[in-house]
């Protein structure tokens, strides 16, 4: 179980394009691009000009990120058609979502939403006395794209924060505005291991630049070849679904829709997809084809594959991946099919399915964070990061306090045995698992043991342990098992030792992960940590 990400003095301070990474709950997240200026800043002429709504208050009223700069709006007129409005000229024929905050204050009418085209979707049931970010998206069919809120009984009156309108048909991280359009900044990302546990990447996992060549990535239910399609399950993001493709009777290739460009030679590219298994017993078959030749096999029953990889993100789902590089500049097929064992082309059964979702078909030798796409390709804009030189490092170490996790596994026992150690001239901090020939663990504070014989663990076998100090008042946690220790001496380690005291008893086991928190986390996360 991981714990969320502390935010250090170095951030993020660039993210300015429709990037994914994922929360700590290993949900798809989106970085926004807000559309929309003055985005609390209800006050602004920009909303006041043309909304028929009253706004009521402007300051003073408590907001969801809790301050007090939402909006109280009103329908004090005799219409039923009282709106909060705003426009913006985009592009037509492709998706816009329109999110904001909202809360009944007064009344029990109707109220509608809209986003593009001047089409109302009803959102009342989604509205009450508590704040709820509401979401819409539809494609306009001219460059007018609308973004309305529609307060619709006579006398009722709505709070309102946040207001965000973004391309794309999910709402992301919310980017507040002032004068101008603003993207958000990825200040905490987290990424999926290899056994599909969600792990913080860290404070300066900073992505390069990258375009996802494979447009309307989201895929279609429609356009496949000898394939029906369907709504799938809900995808890594949380709000789009899985296209569902089930192969027909007919004898061929069953396929999604194909798509197609002209690579340049001797470049690398790297073509990812999230599949799933849903029914049948068909692998994915991802293929490079016509100008240039490349291919990958994957089972999504198994997780196995040929010629490319499969990265397990939870719920059975794995994002898969193959690379390859041009070696002729002509017109190349990128396609996603259904193999049989090794045939590409055979009469179907009508039922075998797959689900996918989020292509992606960029330059380079691994696959980055999912760039959602719609009819034309998308750029991610490198990420920038900045510090003062004062703070660069504080945040990684403080020399006063600390946590430790280790994920240890211990072959055997009969001697004693190190995880790791931070040592200095007085203070001494460390784990050894078991002590002496014991099948427990003992921890050191402050040069000072926990109490015999020992706390928790499994020998030999895998244990979750963390050792937690500040000053000289320390606490060991395995599981439900804790102890706390008080330690002497100043915190002086200047040493970092893993798998060793120093120059002898060595952990005769493996180290899956080693974790370091520069602050005393408190006991009922070490207990959340080492669960």
């Keep these: 179980t991981v714990t969320p990400y502390v935010k250090s003095d170095v951030t993020w301070t660039s993210r300015a394009s429709k990037a994914t990474y994922y929360d700590k709950d290993g949900v798809l997240r989106k970085s926004s691009y807000n559309e929309l200026s003055y985005s609390e800043d209800f006050t602004n002429s920009i909303w006041l000009t043309a909304s028929r709504a009253t706004l009521l208050t402007s300051t003073g009223v408590d907001s969801p990120d809790g301050g007090t700069n939402a909006s109280t709006w009103k329908n004090g007129g005799t219409s039923t058609d009282e709106l909060i409005h705003r426009f913006i000229g985009g592009t037509a024929g492709i998706s816009y979502t329109y999110s904001v905050w909202l809360r009944r204050r007064s009344g029990s009418g109707n109220i509608n939403m809209v986003v593009g085209d001047n089409i109302s979707q009803d959102v009342s049931a989604q509205v009450n006395t508590e704040w709820n970010r509401i979401q819409i998206t539809s494609v306009p069919s001219t460059t007018t794209v609308r973004a309305y809120v529609r307060i619709l009984g006579i006398g009722d009156e709505v709070d309102v924060w946040g207001a965000q309108l973004e391309k794309g048909t999910y709402a992301g991280d919310y980017a507040k505005t002032e004068g101008t359009a603003a993207s958000t900044a990825r200040t905490s990302a987290y990424l999926p291991d290899a056994s599909g546990n969600f792990v913080s990447a860290g404070e300066l996992l900073l992505e390069e630049q990258r375009t996802n060549l494979y447009t309307t990535s989201a895929l279609v239910k429609s356009g496949g070849i000898r394939m029906t399609h369907s709504d799938g399950a809900i995808a890594p993001n949380g709000t789009e679904f899985f296209v569902a493709g089930t192969e027909t009777l007919d004898n061929g290739e069953h396929y999604f829709a194909d798509r197609s460009f002209t690579p340049?030679?001797?470049?690398?590219?790297?073509?990812?997809?999230?599949?799933?298994?849903?029914?049948?017993?068909?692998?994915?078959?991802?293929?490079i084809a016509a100008g240039n030749v490349a291919v990958a096999n994957m089972n999504l029953i198994s997780g196995t594959s040929s010629g490319g990889t499969m990265t397990p993100v939870g719920n059975g789902v794995y994002r898969c991946a193959m690379v390859w590089t041009a070696t002729s500049a002509t017109n190349t097929v990128v396609r996603l099919q259904l193999i049989k064992g090794t045939s590409v082309s055979y009469a179907g059964d009508g039922t075998s399915t797959i689900e996918l979702w989020g292509a992606q078909l960029e330059e380079g030798s691994f696959p980055t964070?999912?760039?959602?796409?719609?009819?034309?390709?998308?750029?991610?804009?490198?990420?920038?990061?900045t510090s003062s030189s004062n703070t660069f490092g504080n945040s990684f170490y403080d020399q006063e306090q600390g946590t430790v996790f280790s994920d240890s596994n211990i072959i055997s026992?009969?001697?004693t045995q190190v995880v790791w150690r931070l040592a200095g001239g007085t203070y001494v901090a460390s784990l050894r698992?078991?002590?002496?020939?014991?099948?427990q663990f003992r921890a050191v504070v402050g040069s000072v043991f926990s109490p015999a014989p020992g706390t928790g663990g499994t020998v030999p076998g895998v244990t979750r342990a963390a050792v937690s100090f500040s000053g000289t008042a320390g606490r060991f946690q395995v599981g439900s098992s804790g102890v706390d220790v008080t330690g002497s001496g100043v915190t002086d380690p200047n040493s970092l030792y893993i798998g060793t005291f120093g120059t002898s008893t060595q952990l005769n086991g493996t180290i899956k992960r080693l974790s370091y928190w520069s602050r005393r986390l408190s006991n009922d996360t070490l207990q959340t940590l080492t669960s």
């Design 433 to 439: 698992q078991p002590q002496i020939t014991g099948t």
């Design 369 to 385: 964070s999912y760039i959602p796409t719609q009819l034309s390709t998308a750029t991610r804009a490198a990420d920038v990061s």
């Design 413 to 415: 026992a009969g001697k």
């Design 264 to 287: 340049t030679v001797g470049t690398t590219y790297v073509f990812s997809v999230y599949a799933r298994h849903q029914s049948g017993t068909r692998n994915l078959y991802m293929r």
